[in-house]
């Protein structure tokens, strides 16, 4: 954040703007360019960082780096909480460096009450000093010995145990640049006034379109029957109104008119879906009770059907008995068969009417 800062100090930029991401999230659009790297690598293996610096187009391998966090640490001023905010903005107002902050993209820009500087520290920073206290080198070089067989060829190897030993020692080289090297934006002593260039017709047309707008509610508009009725009902109750000041000779200042709106209310998919949901619900409960009636219904008919067919058997056995009966006994039992059936009279009854 300092250094941001000092590059607005020092006029190399006007403004910086810093964003970043929530907690958890690690995509950028950055990583895309990620992926040339990749093809370059798909299509030709890199063993050494020579040959991956020669792979890639415009690259190069660092030799010295500058300690720019030492140096600008004893310019720093003690400030807590910045971790929390996503969006900070660095500019110059009045002369001024001014630093604001905001949690989220949609929110107003708030100014920090202090700046990360408190001095701008003279000179140049040194060169980084290399640290290889966390580094195994014993490892490194077991490891480059157990997969020397999977170089295309001994002078891999050989590189690697170059580059071990010497600890790849940086070195100043004197190519790296610092800031006061870099050009400066241009440093306005004074504002210039535009307000009296611009022609007034122009002026009111910017005005008009930079004036904010508030969104307002406005009742439908009603058709003409329905002015009608809200007419005969204010008559109406005026009158009722005149007539209650006759009876009682006191005079009401207060008019109630009731008057009536319509609210559209927008859904949103999700309601729609539980509106349609019920409505299917309903129907299907609908076609359930439909159809258990109708089960039913058959249900029914199908008892009396059962009951028809039972009393047809039994006229048919009536038939089929008054038959045999008539073929056993002749013409003498016609007289008895017409007065008795199959249901009515026992066999012992008929034989005794054919004895006599």
Known sequence: MAFFELLVREHIFDEVHISFLFVGHTHEDVDAGFSRIWEFLRRKDAETLEDLTNLLPNSELLNDMLDIKAWLEPHLNIISKHTVQHHFKFSKVSGETVVEYKLHQAEEWVKQDVTY????????????????????????????????????????????????????????????????????????????????????????????????????????????????????????????????????????TTVVIHNTKSILIPMDREVKRQIWLRIFMDLLEFLLATAVMLILTLEILVKFLHIFAVCDILLLLNDIWMAVLVSHLGVLSKTVIDNTSFFGTSLHNVFQCVES
Request: aromatic share 8%.
């Open 117 to 252: 500087l408190n001095s701008v520290p003279k000179g140049k920073p040194n060169i980084l000093k290399q640290d290889y206290s966390k580094v195994d080198f014993l490892r490194l070089q077991n490891l480059i010995n157990s997969i020397h067989f999977m170089f295309s060829d001994e002078s891999k190897k050989r590189w690697w145990d170059k580059f071990l030993k010497e600890k790849y020692s940086i070195k100043d080289t004197g190519k790296r640049i610092w800031i006061d090297a870099l050009p400066k934006q241009q440093i306005y002593v004074e504002e210039i006034d535009f307000s009296n260039v611009i022609p007034e017709p122009v002026k009111k047309m910017i005005e008009k379109e930079t004036q904010p707008v508030k969104i307002v509610s406005k009742a439908r508009r009603q058709t003409v029957h329905k002015k009608n009725m809200k007419k005969t009902t204010q008559k109406q109750q005026k009158k009722t109104l005149h007539q209650q000041k006759k009876k009682t000779g006191k005079k009401k």
